[in-house]
């Protein structure tokens, strides 16, 4: 939603910018650019949140010059680095002039157990319901959603406990995050998850790519895909398992999950589950081979309506028409 | 099928075992004595054509000691090296004695390009429709579909381009075989390819891994899978892609496909593409505890018939019931 609408309820939710990690800050910066303009453009008052972080004050640095090189208006650091911290309203209230929070990469588990279920990690959510848009990258990505991967190795099978599952902040219900998905390999342990609590969506974000999740005026959500890789879905609603039974580190039976690779410019609906068509971008000679064919045969209708068809016009139509589509 | 059934138009096929290499040749092997078993066990006549490999009488060798280790009665080798040699009567007629044929790992494209369309490519042809075992690993597993995966890198995205097709030998239909399919993070060729052809069933299957496709009298076909990973399916019979149209080298739009990621003891039906359910094998404690309830019950079914069940013996029994199930 643009940002400064009227708060409506149900209808004032920021959008939620999910980065893969690694998204490019030198370059054309699409997914950073993106994150900007949700959150206000020229108008946008940022907060970093550099608490997955080991580095503190160098990583806001470096979101403090990328966001101002886009165009905002101001960009600051919040950093609880404790929960005794996450409960300081002072520190809390940092995050009242926001109009987008940005939470970096690190440990997400560090930043789970230093916010979740604080004053802060509240603070978080009634943003996001006031209008604020939140992003995060990598780690500042996993604590989005309700169910986060803390930890586990890349492959691309799903063994029996090879990854653990905690508490998100869950600003996305009823689904699990993975990021640096290609580049590190995460289908299995996505699939593990999945397959474990068939019920949880599995969102897997690449590098340099976004999953933006919209909140429309009825509550549904649909998530849109900005950057260079894909957003892939695992939608294990109707699947069937062995989880409960496979042994340790051996592989997972799941059948009948539902996959979808979206690159950018898709967009899904994330309440029915379904793709939603893309903005129509025709072949631009296709299209002026069409408008030529058209006119064409306009002007034939306004001749057989007039009644001067004759069999030689129709001919030579016909070869003009013809002409003009094969160029 | 069992090796030795009379042949029955539509019921003699012999079983496909497709290997997805390095298969564990000196422990457990439970894919090569897999494909044994199925070509015959003690009776069984082993051909091994090692065209796809640099190697020849060498590997011919390594699978003749494991395949007698075993049991099996005989193996031999039989190469055609050239297109020439694969339209050789003699050479051809190697296979007639085979129970089971078995081809190496190598290069698919060169074992493509010598046995395609050759007398002894439709000599492996009869040989499978008369109830012989063909199996093959690596190349010799991609060979066996009708669309083959020439070659292409790895990675989970599936991008434009990346991997080229070329035909198989078609003993399995309809189908796109790859393998090395975990190790070689192979999920995006296979789903570039499922895309492009969503008619085709993706079959990634694992090291040391083999999708076992046998063929029931009313011609349905079943696959099953042995050893150590998995056997992962795509299906895009009802996807929505953007393959006709995305850029070289970018992301292409795959949503729902559907994927099935099938271990050990899956079995799977190949004709609707639906999973089979395995034979229950149920926990012996549980089991144990389930038949002496129903012992129980049983006597106190015959008690009340007889009518002499007081409220005394009821709750003897019910006590007794309890400490049985909970020892």
């Given amino acids: 939603m643009p940002f400064g609408a009227t708060p409506v309820p149900g209808s004032s939710r920021g959008d939620l910018v999910v980065i893969g990690g690694a998204e490019d800050k030198l370059g054309k910066r699409a997914v950073l650019a993106d994150f900007v303009r949700r959150a206000g453009g020229e108008q946008a008052r940022i907060a970093v949140v550099p608490t997955a972080s080991s580095l503190g004050d160098e990583i806001v640095e470096v979101y403090a010059a990328v966001f101002a090189k886009l165009g905002a208006a101001e960009v600051y650091g919040v950093r609880p680095q404790d929960r005794a911290e996450a409960f300081d309203p002072a ?38 319901r006031r209008g604020v848009t939140v992003g995060g990258t990598s780690a500042g990505a996993s604590i989005q959603s309700s169910h986060m991967v803390a930890f586990g190795p890349g492959g691309a099978t799903a063994k029996q406990r090879m990854t653990q599952v905690a508490a998100g902040l869950g600003l996305l219900a009823d689904c699990v995050v993975d990021q640096h998905f290609a580049q590190r390999n995460r289908y299995g342990r996505l699939l593990m998850i999945v397959s474990q609590s068939p019920q949880l969506l599995g969102i ?71 793709l939603l068509p893309a903005p129509t971008v025709g072949d631009p000679a296709e299209a002026d081979e069409l408008a030529v064919a058209n006119r064409d045969l306009s002007k034939l209708a306004r001749d057989i309506a007039a009644d001067d068809a004759s069999p030689s016009v129709l001919r030579r139509r016909v070869a003009r028409r013809s002409r003009g589509a094969r160029p």
């Fill in 204 to 274: 897997g974000v690449d590098e340099d790519t976004a999953a933006v999740v919209t909140t429309d005026e009825d509550g549904r959500q649909r998530l849109e895909v900005v950057g260079r890789g894909v957003v892939t879905l695992l939608d294990g609603s109707t699947m069937v398992t062995d989880a409960h039974a496979a042994k340790e580190h051996r592989p997972i039976l799941a059948s009948g999950v539902v996959l979808h690779a979206l690159p950018a410019g898709s967009h899904f609906d994330l309440t029915d589950r379904t």
């Fill in 91 to 128: 520190l809390v209230a940092e995050l009242d002039r926001a109009t987008g929070v940005f939470m970096t990469g690190g440990n997400q588990l560090k930043l789970g157990t230093v916010v979740a279920g604080t004053p802060f990690g509240d603070a978080l959510h009634d943003a996001h």
